[in-house]
């Protein structure tokens, strides 16, 4: 332990729909970067759901259920039947007004209120992250951001990066043209945050606690992220963008909002392979398969043959590991050979390590401490 300290910030999965193949390479992305980082600096994992729920995309959803459910128990629900109602919400493209979305709003930021098919949804996910063997950042837990809104913006003024029209009536952006990056409006008119918005909110107060913070995102959010490590630099700390390609489906990369993803959800998967294979077989298959097979990059579909093959190969890994001796390498050694200028320890690289024809056996206590 070297006592540097890294902030590992992914992108926040919206608990409206079920975790599909895209959404479980980021998450056991994050989590081996975590775990594997955790043994060489000290590692902060943030992900909160109460600082995102202001979001239009989500407090649209919350005010869709009413409206149309109404007084719906959505405790017996499954992820699944949650996520046809948000694809009916999003086809609806009905835009609500902000005047529809302030009580949802006032009621977040009170009293850290959460939609009941949200609190669902995310109950359903921390029986995924068990069963995967992920650390739980927080999933359930009220994790406000160190800063309101005002505040925030008041700290990008003081960057000299912040553009407010507020008092003219209208929009707010964030400003890094002097550094060749376009205006980004991250506050509407009508005093609606963005994704944006609400990431500044966290992250501004916890940047400058640490000597390097990592942001994991999707490749299509680099234009935003870009702007966001810009912000943070300035504040300190060395900023790594990491950005994770999603996966296609038959050779499509569809957004979950459209649906169709009953067969390649994370609860699906999951129970597919517990049919065949042991709970140590089955975590660490998927970190093969989404990990070290995927890769960063987004060219490969989903294919179930090569998960499986995955936990095939996983349970030779665990049988060799287990009758092979010690490693003579310290597991910080093994671990730190998947570093370059960086803190963090590359997933892909590492799990990569585990694979090759004629490569040892890896030790028992990297796959346990990292991959179960």
Not at 63 to 85: C, H, Q
Not at 205 to 233: N, S
Not at 241 to 248: C, D, F, H, L, S
Request: net charge neutral.
């Amino acid at each position: 332990m070297t006592g540097r300290r890294v902030l590992l910030a992914p992108v926040t999965v919206t608990p409206s729909k079920p975790l599909t193949p895209s959404h479980l390479k980021g998450l056991l992305w994050t989590d081996a970067m975590y775990r594997a980082t955790g043994h060489l600096a000290e590692v902060s994992y943030r992900y909160s759901h109460t600082t995102y729920d202001p979001t239009e995309q989500t407090l649209g959803f919350w005010e869709y259920l009413d409206r149309v459910e109404g007084r719906a128990d959505y405790s017996g629900l499954t992820e699944e039947e949650i996520g046809e109602l948000y694809v009916a919400y999003r086809a609806e493209g009905r835009h609500p007004t902000a005047a529809a979305l302030r009580p949802y709003a006032d009621a977040v930021e009170r009293y850290g209120w959460r939609h009941p098919a949200a609190e669902r949804v995310l109950k359903i996910w921390a029986s995924h992250y068990a069963r995967l063997g992920m650390h739980d950042p927080g999933l359930l837990a009220h994790q406000p951001p160190g800063l309101t809104l005002d505040g925030a913006l008041d700290e990008l003024s003081g960057l000299g990066m912040c553009l407010d029209h507020r008092r003219f009536g209208g929009p707010v952006y964030l400003d890094a043209t002097r550094h060749g990056l376009p205006l980004r409006q991250i506050v509407t008119a009508d005093g609606r945050p963005n994704y944006l918005a609400c990431a500044l909110r966290e992250l501004l107060p916890l940047a400058p606690l640490f000597d390097e913070v990592v942001l994991l995102y999707d490749k299509e959010l680099d234009p935003d992220y870009q702007l966001l490590g810009r912000v943070l630099e300035r504040l300190g700390p060395a900023v790594r963008r990491t950005p994770i390609g999603r996966v296609p489906i038959d050779g499509q990369i569809r957004s979950a909002r459209h649906g169709n993803w009953h067969t390649t959800t994370a609860g699906a998967l999951l129970d597919a392979a517990a049919r065949d294979h042991d709970a140590a077989a089955v975590r660490l298959g998927m970190r093969l398969y989404f990990i070290a097979t995927l890769g960063p990059g987004q060219q490969q579909s989903f294919r179930s043959d090569l998960l499986h093959q995955c936990m095939a190969r996983a349970e030779r890994l665990l049988a060799a590991a287990r009758e092979s001796g010690p490693d003579a390498a310290s597991l910080p050694e093994c671990l730190a050979r998947h570093r370059r200028d960086h803190l963090y320890v590359d997933p892909y690289r590492l799990t990569s390590s585990l694979l090759g024809k004629r490569r040892p056996a890896p030790p028992l206590d990297l796959i346990s401490s990292v991959f179960l």
